[in-house]
């Protein structure tokens, strides 16, 4: 077998080495950026006065049969391939005979891997950001049907205020625009062209750079050849907007967990995304949701061990950056698989209104019992106190502070007049919160159009 770099060796591979050093069973996957990235640097290398017009010409020609060779899955891996710049070579030199050796003038695979990946990296972040979108739309479409549905609002998982279960929603709904931020910003990482830097010292013959950054549809060049082929911060880039995508599916996925619990009974995952129990006849499992919260974990994984990996690295290229993709077809694919099953359960959910309605107990007004004495003048810290000892009282009673009567409250405050009882209403409640970004169903409202206006 005979590798690119074979010349100066008399000893064959060890079979061991082969295994460690091959990268083919991954990089395989960028063999469309490879074959881009090929073609391009052939018309440049005719600019260059490297090769003629008609040479680019069959070597571009060879170059798609290979890439149809790939697509159609007749491509044969030969024993040398050992990555996709190899096999790609290889196969073309076979079609085209000696002249495919002509094609590598001038590069390296050190500039080639890297050009290959920030293609394929802008790609995957176009392709994520898409489908945050999709999801971004399915979860404003739930919300808006859900203005006025009233639910507990928690903090620290105790009941605390009422919400609406449209804004509980979107309250997952602006991380996502955030992380549609974080894939924008991966994008225009990725966006520079690192062709022309070949091993890493820069190309010795005259290709313009400018040029082939235009034909492959960077935005810019590298300005530096040595950090041209060892800068894999985008990839670093790519792995944390992944990571936060997916910690935000957990965190909702999480939720949605509790809230379908027989305890809360908020929601019901639909059949379509649940399984059942191979001993349990009546089990329903939000197992979609499990496995979200549990595959965010791996992303995250992809990137602390990509971090590491990189950490100590020495300037220019250095083999351990060869570890670099595996993770983020790892983060690729996993989110690829995540972002649309959720879109498909919340497309699907159903709530529970009533029973949402049910748990909604006088405590959760409270703090609008103390905002009806601020309006008749009581300082906040004050009113807060006198609110407290209501609760108390109702607490030694054993009853909800809505069952106190007036007499109860004036004894406590003389503040307290028949209209209080306006202040015990979750209808108020909600609709006092009406500043932008609150619970009130206008504002709610006013923020579906932001929302929207978010994704477009
Ligand atoms: N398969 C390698 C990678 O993905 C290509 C670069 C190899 N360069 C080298 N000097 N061995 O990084």
Redesign the pocket.
């Known amino acids: 077998m005979t590798q690119l770099w074979g010349g100066r060796f008399t000893g064959q591979a060890d079979e061991l080495l082969r295994k460690l050093n091959d ?1 083919i069973g991954f ?1 395989i996957r960028l063999y469309n950026e490879d074959i881009d990235g090929s073609i391009a640097w052939a018309k440049g290398l005719v600019g260059a006065n490297v090769l003629t017009q008609d040479e680019a010409d069959q070597i571009c020609a060879g170059l798609e049969k290979v890439r149809k060779e790939l697509a159609d899955d007749t491509f044969e891996l030969a024993a040398g391939d050992e ?1 996709i ?1 190899t096999a790609v070579e290889r196969r073309l030199t076979e079609i085209v005979g000696s002249v495919g050796g002509k094609l590598h003038t001038g590069r390296s ?2 500039d080639q ?1 890297a050009t290959d990946f920030r293609l394929w990296v802008k790609r995957a972040s176009k392709h994520i950001a898409a489908e945050i979108a999709a999801l971004g739309h399915a979860m404003i479409n739930h919300a808006e049907k859900h203005i006025e549905t009233p639910m507990p609002g928690y903090t620290h998982l105790q009941h605390a205020q009422p919400v609406t279960w449209g804004h509980w929603l979107l309250g997952h709904f602006w991380p996502l625009v955030r992380d549609l931020e974080r894939f924008k910003a991966v994008h225009n990482q990725a966006d520079e062209m690192v062709l022309g830097s070949a091993a890493f010292a820069g190309t010795a013959f005259p290709v313009d750079r400018e040029a082939l950054a235009k034909d492959l549809g960077f935005s810019r060049i590298t300005q530096n050849s040595l950090d041209g082929v060892s800068n894999r911060d985008y990839v670093a880039d790519f792995l944390y907007a992944s990571t936060m995508t997916g910690l935000h599916l957990s965190r909702l996925a999480e939720q949605l967990i509790l809230f379908s619990s027989t305890e809360f009974s908020f929601v019901v995952i639909a059949d379509a995304y649940s399984t059942g129990s191979s001993i349990m006849p009546q089990k329903k499992n939000p197992d979609t949701l499990e496995l979200t919260r549990g595959k965010s974990g791996r992303i995250l994984g992809d990137l602390t061990g990509f971090l590491a990996t990189i950490k100590g690295l020495p300037s220019t ?1 250095d ?1 351990d ?2 570890e670099d993709k595996e993770p983020v077809f790892d983060a690729f694919d996993n989110l690829s698989l995540l972002l649309p099953v959720m879109t498909g359960v919340i497309d699907t959910i159903t709530i529970n209104p009533d029973k949402m309605a049910s748990q909604l107990e006088a405590g959760l007004l409270a703090t609008d019992l103390a905002d009806y004495l601020v309006k008749k003048n009581l300082p906040f810290r004050q009113a807060h106190h006198v609110v407290g000892q209501i609760v108390q009282l109702g607490e030694v009673r054993n009853i909800p502070i809505t069952d106190l009567s007036l007499e109860d409250l004036q004894e406590i405050s003389d503040l307290f007049e028949e209209d209080v009882i306006e202040a015990f209403s979750v209808k108020g409640a909600l609709a006092a919160r009406n500043a932008t970004g609150g619970t009130a169903p206008e504002a709610v409202k006013k923020q579906i159009v932001e929302a929207r206006k978010a994704l477009s």
């Open positions: 990268s990089d990555d710049h695979r050190n891997s290229y083999k950056l060869q």
